[in-house]
């Protein structure tokens, strides 16, 4: 654990502790670093995912559910 002091947003920092059902300003803080490093995992992933399945006029052709090939 690292113990530091820093200034922040009082207003955006009660609505994530509300919209997180934290109980603590520190778990509510923990929680949203550990948000943001599990999203930029995921996006690494998505970017690493060939996009050729897709083409223009794909969805117009197949609509929102393409058969299953």
Known sequence: MKRMNVI???EALERARHATGE???SAT???A???V???EILRG???RIEHTSF???YIAEFGP???VT
């Open 8 to 10: 922040l947003n009082e």
């Open 23 to 25: 109980r603590t300003y």
């Open 29 to 31: 803080i923990n929680r």
């Open 33 to 35: 670093l550990i948000e």
């Open 37 to 39: 490093a599990r999203i």
């Open 45 to 47: 992933g998505i970017d």
């Open 55 to 57: 083409w223009p006029g």
């Open 65 to 67: 559910n393409p058969p």
